[in-house]
């Protein structure tokens, strides 16, 4: 990526922040918070969790039968079934369905896939008048806009943009202000084009093979009156939608809504098993609703493919194909809820699940344009209701986009200075960040040189230019003496031989070369609980490479960590992890980096530092020998330690040592590993950080000593906070002065 | 045992703003007339004993049921821990009556109050496959689409749940 074109990047972000972002953050939260709520309350979320992936895994698995099943279902039922190639093979089908009813206005009930095909362009070029009845698809509609957002598609518009264009487009005889008149005026238009319309269009939430049934997940009434008010119902499905049996629509049912917009289920389910059997409206409106005008009704079940049969074969991306559109990685995402789909979005999708999406059915080019919003940090994996590993989707396709990249200019220095596995094309600046270790060894062996020059200002501006590292943010301090270094001169305090327990410290990329305080507060925290500790010669967890797409380069740092660790893991050593982004790596990335067995003995060998520190004292450490947090503290936890649920280990302790705890409850702070860095993000990664700036300068909670367990947290907090912030291992460090500065 | 799911079906519309009336067979057409605003539409109810109250159109034309303030069906069962209602679409009209109207007035047997999802799935698998439509109705239509939450989108601004405790 250019100068130029991450300058523009950095425009429109800047533009979508200043127009779009409060309404969307407004709503996305209100969303996430409702979920947050909803499945608190549900006992069996994580049972019901488990049973939806495994019926889409066994869907998408059969789904060349079901296919063949659900055709004959629906025949059986009266229906017809095309399956359509792709868009245009789809809209043609449409197109004939409407002729045929010789129809002049269609009414279309909300269906994400009829805007990945553009039905309603190939509709309105035969002269069909098309309206989206969906409240929110009619303001887009009418404002000649697309979605922003999969399940609230005008999210990102505001009741007072909506009075304007209403009031421009239909010059109404009354003012409509409230969100009532708002509402009740579309409810009157759409219902005369409802009654008009002699063509209803849907999508359908699920199709089940069994009975040849739709379900349609609503809340507005206007899916049913669509299906009614017609003599014509298509529905429009990609075939990932069938389901084996009724019965299966069971767990969705109970997840769909409460992971989407937080209700504990939408207003309407329609299970319907078309024609349906309801009297047609679709006659004389002063002659009694007949009941024989049910058995003339015509139904046309399009299953649309457009990609999907190749993403059922691709080993990635066939994961996607399990999504059930709930929305909930997009309102769970910290980046999505500050510039909403309009950023975070290709053609027709977007948000998290997106580049899944987009990459299937539109290409790569589409899911280029938005692929690195997604930081990695792992909010939506627990969110996701059928357990879909988003980031990691997200990082295969940055993977395969750099493979197509042809931005070399820089490859004849760059590949003399960096050992990774990458291909020649890689952008600068993904590079850059994927190689840390490598800049790190060298900046700490130059120290304090390497420091005095990165922080020249022609180098800056230099490095702004060439790699896109933004000026405003200050540089990583490299020691000259290494966390390693000195452990070894220093040796262990506690001998093997008095220890309770025997320890291997992971020293991360960061910690030994830069931070390395921290490593030491980690020592001797460690060895305080009478731990015996090493520290080994290890490389870098793969987190950095992985994270810009370089997951060969990742695969095999990971390969190397697990060669350094593999001898301590089989003596029984405990393999200890400062950083929560590496030890995500060994708890969860490593699964598609290792070997089974290697990913198992370690992920199940390795534990957060204040995990650690917690099973000590739960199994009789003294935690005198720990420093009392001096002042009530303000806790941020590390998005990927809270997806792997270990935050509470850290605020446990420091709770059982007294301390008055806390704890932020924003999705991220948003500056993300290198995210924060890359000038095109920088305006985006401290809107993001706002969020957790309001909570920490609140009155609750100013005066608090502020902790944070992530490198890039620790670096934004104090960004945001102007004050720094320490990691718990610090705060509790034996040796660690009175320092009320911090 | 059935009181217990009647009890729990209470809360659960009371969560979603329903309003239920506990009647018997004898006394549903009163309760009924009481609940009704005119002009209103129905469609006869398939309970021993049980009618309609006069003032209910049961024959309307499309006009009237958009017209229509109240409309008043049976529905084919109700699921006690979300407060829904399994509204059949059939050709007698139950689906354009309760979807109409600005209130829907739901009358179900206590017998037909299940207690659960799990258990309203079972009875769809079996009606579904035999070609049955139905939609779960749970509260008034809503939408948060023009900025605030608004009932009343396209479907009713209100329902009612009457349970007829023996039947």
């Known amino acids: 990526m250019s100068s130029d074109s991450r300058e523009a990047k950095a425009t429109r972000i800047r533009h979508l922040l200043r127009t779009e972002g409060d309404a969307v953050e407004r709503n996305t939260r209100t969303f996430n918070r409702g979920r947050y709520d909803a499945v608190a309350e549900l006992e069996a979320y994580e049972e019901y969790r488990n049973r939806a992936r495994e019926i889409k895994e066994r869907a998408i698995e059969n789904l060349p039968e079901l296919i063949d099943e659900v055709a004959a279902a629906v025949e059986e039922n009266g229906g017809t079934v095309y399956l359509a190639d792709d868009a245009a093979d789809a809209n043609r089908y449409v197109r004939e369905v409407v002729a045929d009813a010789d129809a002049e206005t269609v009414v279309k009930s909300k269906s994400m896939t009829t805007e990945e095909l553009e039905v309603n362009d190939a509709l309105e070029a035969d002269g069909i008048d098309v309206w989206e009845t969906d409240l929110g698809e009619f303001v887009l509609q009418v404002a000649d806009e697309t979605p922003s957002h999969i399940v609230a598609p005008a999210i990102h518009k505001s009741r007072e943009g909506i009075a304007e264009l209403f009031r421009e487009r239909f010059d109404p005889d009354e003012r409509l202000e409230t969100a009532e008149d708002l509402t009740m005026f579309a409810r009157g238009f759409l219902g005369e084009r409802i009654r008009e319309a002699d063509v209803g269009v849907t999508g359908a939430n699920f199709v089940t093979a069994d009975s040849g049934s739709i379900a349609l997940v609503t809340s507005e009434g206007n899916a049913r009156k669509t299906v009614t008010a017609t003599d014509t119902q298509i529905a429009v499905a990609g075939v990932e939608k069938i389901v084996p049996t009724v019965e299966d629509l069971h767990p969705f049912v109970e997840l769909i809504g409460k992971s989407g917009t937080g209700q504990d289920v939408t207003a309407y389910v329609s299970l319907l098993t078309p024609p349906v059997d309801a009297p047609s409206l679709d006659r004389d409106p002063v002659a009694p609703l007949s009941s024989e005008s049910a058995d003339e009704r015509d139904f046309h079940l399009v299953l649309v493919d457009n990609g999907r049969t190749a993403m059922r074969e691709d080993d990635q991306l066939r994961e996607t194909l399990y999504c059930i559109r709930c929305s909930a990685c997009a309102n769970s995402c910290a980046n999505f809820q500050s510039v909403g789909g309009h950023a975070f979005g290709g053609e027709t999708y977007s948000g998290g699940i997106a580049t899944g999406w987009e990459t299937g059915v539109h290409g790569y080019d589409s899911a280029a344009e938005f692929n690195d919003l997604c930081t990695g940090c792992t909010r939506c994996v627990n969110a996701c209701p059928v357990k879909i590993d988003i980031p990691w989707i997200n990082n295969v396709v940055r993977d395969r986009l750099n493979r197509g990249g042809d931005d070399g200019r820089f490859e ?34 130059t120290a304090p040189v390497s420091n005095w020059v990165g922080e020249l200002g022609p180098v800056r501006a230099l490095l702004e230019r060439a790699a896109g590292v933004d000026e405003r943010r200050s540089l990583p301090e490299f020691h000259r003496e290494t966390l390693r270094d000195w452990f070894s001169a220093r040796g262990p305090s506690v001998s093997r031989a008095d220890a309770d327990r025997e320890v291997v410290l992971y020293p991360d990329a960061y910690t030994n070369y830069v931070d390395v305080d921290r490593g030491k507060a980690a020592v001797r925290v460690l ?216 | 045992m059935e009181s217990d799911v009647l009890g729990t079906f209470e809360s659960a519309l009371q969560r979603v703003d329903v309003r239920l009336e506990r009647t018997t067979a004898a006394n549903v057409r009163g309760i009924l007339a009481e609940v009704l605003e005119p002009p209103a539409v129905g469609v006869p109810l398939p309970f021993d004993g049980v009618s309609l109250p006069e003032a209910v159109e049961t024959e309307p034309t499309p006009d009237e049921l958009e017209a229509a303030t109240t409309g008043i069906t049976a529905v084919e069962f109700a699921v006690a821990d979300y407060g829904s209602v399994a509204i059949r679409s059939s050709p007698t009209g139950e689906e354009p009556v309760s979807v109409y109207a600005d209130v829907h007035a739901a009358v179900v047997a206590a017998s037909d109050v299940l207690p659960d999802m799990e258990a309203a799935f079972e009875r769809l698998g079996t009606d579904a496959r035999g070609g049955a439509d139905t939609v779960l109705a749970t509260g008034p239509s809503a939408t948060a689409d023009m900025g605030a939450l608004v009932t009343g989108a396209h479907g009713p601004k209100a329902v009612h749940a009457v349970v007829i405790e023996d039947r």
């Open chain 1, 527 to 742: 060895e305080a609980l009478n731990v015996h500790v090493r520290i080994p010669a290890v490389g870098e967890s793969g987190r950095a490479p992985l994270s810009q797409g370089m997951i060969d380069t990742a695969d095999e740092r990971a390969s190397r960590v697990y060669a350094a660790l593999a001898e301590h893991v089989d003596a029984g050593r405990d393999v200890v992890v400062i950083e929560p982004s590496d030890l995500a790596m060994f708890q969860r990335e490593y699964e598609k980096l290792l070997p089974e067995r290697s990913f198992e003995r370690l992920r199940d060998g390795s534990y957060e530092i204040l995990e650690y520190v917690y099973g000590c004292l739960e199994n009789g450490a003294d935690p005198s020998a720990l420093r009392r947090p001096e002042r009530p503290v303000a806790y941020h936890a590390h998005c990927q330690q809270r997806t792997l649920g270990l935050e509470r280990y850290t605020t446990t302790v420091f709770r059982e040592l007294g301390a008055d705890v806390l704890e932020s409850d924003v999705e991220c702070c948003g500056m993300a590993g290198s995210f924060g860095y890359k000038t095109q993000y920088y305006d985006l990664s401290m809107d993001v950080g706002d969020r957790l700036r309001e909570q920490f300068t609140s009155p609750a909670a100013r005066d608090r000593l502020v902790v944070a367990s992530g490198t890039s947290c620790e670096e934004q907090l104090g960004a945001l906070l102007e004050r720094d912030a320490a990691h718990p291992v610090e705060v509790l460090d034996p040796a660690r002065r009175n320092r009320t500065d911090r």
């Open chain 1, 412 to 445: 004849f220095v760059y590949d003399e200075l960096v050992p990774d596995e990458e291909p020649g094309g890689i952008d600068l600046q993904k590079r850059l960040f994927g190689n840390y270790e490598t800049l790190a060894k060298l900046g700490s062996a």
